[in-house]
């Protein structure tokens, strides 16, 4: 098994430029989750997805935040306008549905926004 | 109040050294536990789970206090290996999210 997919895994942009984070689930996995990572702030819950539909978005930042799963198998992150305050490690992870069951995270994108 | 709450560390300790992590979590319905592992510049994988018996895996050994809500994690005859951040996960089930906590960073010297 691939694993969880990100891409890319660095992106370094320019404030105010449009950025589009790709995440690939593990096969058969129904639950997937994008999360953000920073020293100050630790690992943060922006969104997740059950059978593709949005759950919880509370913890995306603004409406400057979207995200959309059209499919089992693709669920993307988009950032327009970017700040240099978006700049961050954001990760995707899926699990199958019940508490009990691991989650499983992909290498994340490490991405700079000067 | 945080959900789930650990102490940040650092805990500096030397080859060989037993030490231990603990974590509290403040939603009594929680079902499920886990320790999960943080290198550098990685994503965090999963560790072990945490049974309410307790349960140990070779070196590491995790404990839950149901009653305390309140969960530990103890690593003897620490490794180099071992340095990395420690993350308490808690789970309430339903639909809900597992709550990841801001993590222990554990280093290990030589």
């Known amino acids: 098994d691939a694993g969880v997919i990100q891409s890319p895994r660095h992106e370094v942009t320019e404030m105010g430029q449009e950025v589009t984070l790709r995440c690939k689930p593990i096969s058969g996995h129904d639950y997937l989750f994008w999360y953000r990572q920073t020293m100050m702030r630790g690992l943060e819950l922006l969104i997740y997805?059950?059978?593709?539909?949005?759950?919880?978005d509370s913890g995306m930042p603004e409406d400057r935040f979207s995200a959309k799963m059209p499919n089992a198998s693709f669920s993307t992150l988009k950032i327009q306008p970017s700040e240099p305050r978006d700049s961050a490690v954001y990760f995707c992870?899926?699990?199958?549905?019940?508490?009990?069951?691991?989650?499983?995270f992909g290498p994340g994108t490490r991405l700079t926004v000067l | 109040r945080k959900e789930v709450e650990q102490d940040p560390g650092p805990f500096n300790v030397p080859e060989g050294a037993t030490v231990a992590f603990n974590c509290t979590y403040s939603?009594?319905?929680?079902?499920?536990f886990f320790w999960y592992r943080q290198d550098c510049r990685k994503e965090p994988k999963l560790l072990m789970s945490?049974?309410?018996s307790g349960n140990e895996d070779g070196r590491f050994t995790a404990q839950l206090n149901r009653a305390s809500q309140y969960i530990s994690l103890l690593i003897r005859d620490s490794k180099l290996s071992d340095s990395a951040t420690y993350l308490c996960?808690?789970?309430?089930?339903?639909?809900?999210?597992?709550?990841f906590g801001s993590g222990t960073r554990l280093q290990v010297q030589p």
């Open positions: 992870a899926s699990r199958i549905a019940g508490p009990y069951n691991e989650q499983f």
């Open positions: 939603n009594s319905a929680s079902q499920s």
């Open positions: 945490v049974y309410s």
């Open positions: 996960v808690v789970g309430v089930g339903g639909r809900r999210a597992l709550t």
């Open positions: 997805f059950n059978n593709n539909v949005p759950i919880d």
